[in-house]
């Protein structure tokens, strides 16, 4: 049985999307209104996993789309247009936790919820790993944070995280391994406590 | 999904990308809305070029105080010169505006003198 045809977007084509970034340039709100319904969902996901927090991920996905748009006659198409708007979120990502600088303790408050049994039996255990594994993702540094969004939200390469975080290979590496290692200090307890 | 599974694999599972809201639209679009709506200053970026170019025909066309075509006629050449290029940009403009502690409009009747039209602008400043 043949799966339904998903309805597909005009700009998904590298020609495409030039077009669009083109006609944005010329101040076409259609083509920016067409390249916002192509990208919302990405540029929302990474602001989501990086904060943390549904709120802040809407106000970084907002300086966002409006970065690009004040932004967009810059763009020279010497990278690829995803490039540049990684770089666009990754950057409004760092500002927003410059002008915050505050952290729910998610992962303090889950792991007394796991120590003292609370909530376990309510909760589907699922969910709370994976509030519990993105409590441990808020508390790595944000070069850390953003490697490990961009990996695993967006399943880039780390050739690709390189170029958007303007560092070597090696050090994508580097810092997605240190990442792992603290992600896994951190989730021993919860291992631990849910056995 | 378990405790037990390698991190990459927990990563995975608990980072899946989402829908964005659809207050996200409103929220990008909203500033945008409020600043394209005619400002004072968007008003005297057109209305200064139109109030100078209507300066300059309300000078060449008072040297007839009846704005005949002789007094017109009987314009510097240089003057003539440029309000004749002013008068074909005003031609292709249907609606002319001006700017006098906010925006005046003024609409120039079809055949109309192209010289009235000019000293009624100047004349509203």
């Known amino acids: 049985m043949q799966a339904p045809a998903q309805e597909r977007k005009y700009g998904e084509t590298a020609s495409e999307l030039r077009e669009l970034v083109a006609r944005c340039q010329h101040g076409d709100y259609d083509a920016f209104a067409q390249l916002f319904a192509g990208h919302k969902d990405r540029i929302y996901s990474i602001a989501l996993r990086f904060s943390g927090d549904p709120t802040a991920a809407l106000d970084i996905a907002q300086d966002t789309f409006l970065k690009l748009l004040g932004q967009i006659q810059n763009f020279r198409g010497d990278a690829r247009f995803e490039t540049w708007l990684y770089r666009v979120v990754v950057n409004a990502c760092l500002d927003h936790r410059r002008a915050r600088r505050r952290w729910l303790p998610l992962i303090e408050d889950l792991v007394d919820r796991v120590r003292t049994g609370l909530g376990l039996e309510n909760v589907a255990e699922q969910t709370q790993l994976r509030q519990h594994v993105r409590g441990a993702i808020a508390h790595l540094p944000a070069d850390q944070r953003i490697a490990v969004v961009l990996r695993y939200t967006e399943g880039l390469s780390y050739e690709e995280i390189a170029e958007v975080t303007g560092v070597a290979s090696g050090t994508v590496a580097s810092r997605l391994n240190r990442a792992h290692h603290a992600l896994e200090g951190r989730l021993q307890d919860y291992k631990g406590g849910s056995r | ?125």
């Open chain 2, 1 to 125: 999904m378990t405790p037990a599974e390698p991190i990459p694999s927990l990563l995975g599972d608990s980072l899946r990308p989402v829908a964005a809201p659809a207050e996200l639209w409103d929220r990008v679009w909203q500033p945008r809305m409020q600043t394209e709506k005619p400002g004072l200053l968007q008003g005297f970026a057109f209305g200064l070029p139109v109030a100078a170019a209507a300066a300059l025909i309300c000078m060449v066309a008072l040297t007839d105080p009846q704005h005949s075509p002789s007094g017109f006629q009987a314009a510097a050449p240089v003057a003539k010169r440029n309000s004749s290029e002013i008068v074909s940009q005003l031609e292709r403009r249907e609606t002319i505006l001006t700017v006098s502690s906010g925006v005046k409009s003024a609409e120039r009747a079809p055949g109309g003198n192209k010289i009235d039209a000019g000293c009624a602008l100047c004349h509203t400043l």
